[in-house]
């Protein structure tokens, strides 16, 4: 299994951007997607994450302002990023928690990071 990560970039205060990660592989259902961030010198911190019947949940820094989805026949998870500011500036992780098979069990999966920049 591998998660691709993918959207990331330089933009302005203020602006927006969408990241995307892929889950691939031999996939039986995938329970929690999550966004993750690090930025230089600090600790990895949870951006938002959803469950498999939809529930959401977000930092308080990126509430009102990010938006987390999943499309569950991609077996993808996307973030929607609007009024980005400086200190949202970070490599940003997936990460999913998966079964590969019916009796298996539960297992986690981290995407490479995706670098966001938000500088004018």
């Known amino acids: 299994v591998q998660l691709q990560a993918s959207g990331g970039g330089l933009v302005q205060p203020g602006g927006s951007l969408r990241l995307s990660c892929a889950a691939s592989g031999s996939i039986f259902i995938i329970e929690t997607m999550r966004w993750y961030r690090q930025a230089p010198g600090k600790q990895r911190e949870l951006v938002a994450a959803?469950?498999?019947?939809?529930?959401?949940n977000y930092a308080d820094s990126v509430k009102g302002r990010f938006t987390i989805s999943r499309d569950n026949a991609k077996n993808t998870v996307y973030l929607q990023m609007n009024s980005l500011k400086p200190e949202d500036t970070a490599v940003y992780f997936c990460?999913?928690?998966?079964?590969?098979?019916?009796?298996?069990?539960?297992?986690?999966?981290w995407g490479q990071g995706t670098l966001v920049t938000v500088s004018s």
């Open positions: 990460y999913a928690n998966l079964k590969e098979k019916r009796d298996g069990s539960y297992s986690d999966y």
């Open positions: 959803t469950t498999s019947i939809g529930a959401t």
